[in-house]
């Protein structure tokens, strides 16, 4: 079993690397705790139900303030490793990154229509814990280039994953888009690909997308912040599904959180 392990996850000489592995992991299962308690990142409905006087974004520019930095961290990362795109694995663990938050941020400008409030505070860590990720992500696969390739390889099957992913995220957030007409607050049931099956296919995607980005590292990083999405979006999606249930009657009941049939 050891053995297995190691052919397939390499974990970089590196003993921080190491500990944010394992401390990704304990920080990303204490929110998923949270939000299954109800105690919600400020955004999305979940903040649109708690309005304060705190300092608060659009949620158009709080988007944007998510995903940001962490692709112009992707961007720069081929300038501040230009010796290393020789690696085939580093390189595609880089564009992945940087496609991913490119893709997000084109979706925040044409896609997304928006009601809403992002607060201040959950901007921030929300965008600091995404920049912090992504960057550890490319420095340990960095790092990772001087144990040479892993006994198996996943990377071929990592890209599969990956563009499956981000194209299941994105054709279900344009679904969610052509929800609501302009100026429209309401939110409605979602209806058409995988909504009549989950309330939240696109977290299912961007799921299947970071397992096929850690497929493409192989590395230990890769795999914690794989299973720290995994986490959170499951408990996202629980207390997604749960809100629809209160605010709609005739939700169906059949639809499950985010894994069809399952949960």
Known sequence: MTWFVSSII??????WI??????????????????????HLKYSKFWNQNQSTHTKFSSRFGMLFFYTPSFLAGLASFWLFPHHHHNFRFLLLVSALTIHFFKRIFEVIFIHKYSGSVMVDSGVVISLSYLISTSI?????????????PSID????GIFLFLVGISGNFY??????KMRKDGEKEYKIPKGGLFDFVVCPHYLFEILGFVGVSFISQNLYALSYAI????????????TRKW???????????????????F
């Open 244 to 262: 629809y249930l209160s605010k709609f009657e005739d939700f169906p009941q059949h639809v499950k959180a985010i894994y069809p049939y399952l």
């Open 154 to 157: 996943l990377k071929f099957l």
């Open 18 to 39: 190491t500990g944010m592995s394992a401390v990704n992991v304990i920080s990303m299962a204490n929110v998923t705790y949270a939000e299954i308690s109800g105690k």
């Open 172 to 177: 279900h957030h344009y679904l969610l888009s």
């Open 228 to 239: 720290g999405v995994i986490l959170y979006l499951t408990g996202r999606s629980y207390a």
């Open 137 to 149: 992500m490319i420095y340990s696969q960095y790092l990772s280039q001087e144990l040479g390739e």
């Open 10 to 15: 390499q974990s970089p000489p590196s003993i």
